[in-house]
């Protein structure tokens, strides 16, 4: 039985299996996903992302208990392999799954940041696919809102927080990444300690500059003590009221149109790449340049106009 079948009827360990295939980039996870890929899309992707040791994983970790209090089926997707996560969670590595009384209905996956942009959002696309296909309702994904690639995987969810905390001074950071710009929630955590409001107030401040036209969503503010559970039930509240403001006025719609359209893309550009690749290997013409480039006879732009200029010939003629 092919390990999309298994994933499909809920397995666990294939679920796991085909997330490390995915993280390995094996060939063999391209066409598993593919199999996979009409029973998925039914479920909600919540993004939270914030600066390390704001508490994400913390929170995340309350979130999942009162999501489950509701019923709700959850998969966590956290990339950041150093996430702590705890309670009743499956977590989908070979190690953890050896624990016993684990709740069958939370699915837990950490996943190691990587240099490339495209291969993380890639990569996390994927998981997010082998979660959906496995029935989950809530799948949440936990990133570190610095990067480029990171901004990234925040516009795939469809309910975007942003998570801050007094005194870890990357408000900044944040707004020059254009996080601040699309979060539709915002969570000011470690209220406990001083400036939290101070936080709220700001953000409070600059949302007020906005304008919002009747039947926009307006973000909200909330005040979190994660390591005590405080304001999860609150924020929980809150996302189903998202949830339902997308599912009502069609952005979610919208918003999976985006999230198909980067996977095409994504697709192109990587099926074009491997398809060039495997007409000029043979005949060394790549080898050839890339020896140019070493020497200093040509630089890489100019090679890589020269192995596309090649291969559109080459295509041609196969074509006539
Ligand atoms: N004082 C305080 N500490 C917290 C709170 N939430 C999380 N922490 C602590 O902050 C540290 C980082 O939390 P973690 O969830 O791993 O942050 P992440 O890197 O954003 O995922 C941990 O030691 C937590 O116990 C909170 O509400 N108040
Ligand atoms: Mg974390």
């Given at each position: ?97 050896q624990q016993h ?36 309702d809530i799948i ?137 690749h495997q007409s ?41």
């Amino acid at each position: 039985m092919k390990l999309a079948d298994k994933v499909l009827e809920g397995d666990i360990r294939a679920a796991a299996k085909l997330m490390r295939a995915i993280e390995d980039e094996s060939t063999s996870a391209i066409d598993e996903l593919c199999a996979i890929y009409p029973h998925t899309g039914k479920a909600y992707i919540v993004g939270l992302t914030g600066a390390p040791g704001v508490g994400k994983s913390t929170l995340i970790n309350n979130l999942i208990n009162v999501f489950r209090t509701k019923g709700i089926k959850i998969g966590v997707v956290a990339v950041d392999p150093t996430s702590p996560f705890t309670g009743g969670a499956i977590l989908g590595d070979r190690v953890r799954m050896q624990q016993h009384g684990l709740d069958e209905d939370v699915f837990i996956r950490s996943m190691a940041t990587r240099g490339w942009m495209g291969g993380l959002a890639k990569a996390t696309l994927g998981m997010l696919h082998v979660m959906d296909a496995m029935g989950k309702d809530i799948i949440m994904v936990e990133t570190v809102g610095v990067g480029q690639s990171e901004v990234e995987i925040a516009k795939v969810a469809d309910t975007s927080i942003l998570v801050l905390s007094p005194a870890s001074g990357d408000e900044m950071q944040m707004i020059k990444a254009g996080i601040m710009e699309i979060a539709d929630i915002f969570v000011v955590n470690k209220a406990d300690r001083g400036g939290a409001e101070n936080i709220a107030g700001a953000i409070e401040f600059m949302l007020s500059m906005k304008t919002y036209l009747p039947g926009d969503w307006r973000p909200c503010t909330i005040l979190c003590e994660a390591v005590y559970g405080k304001g999860s039930e609150q924020l929980v509240t809150e996302i189903l009221k998202h949830k339902d403001y997308m599912t009502s006025c069609g952005l979610l719609e919208r918003r999976r149109k985006e999230r198909a359209r980067l996977e095409v893309n994504e697709a192109i550009e990587g099926s074009i790449a491997s398809f060039m690749h495997q007409s000029l290997e043979n005949g060394g013409e790549i080898e050839k340049l890339v020896d140019e480039v070493a020497q200093r006879s040509c630089d890489p732009t100019s090679a890589a106009l020269k192995i596309i200029e090649q291969f559109s010939k080459r295509f041609h003629t196969t074509q006539e």
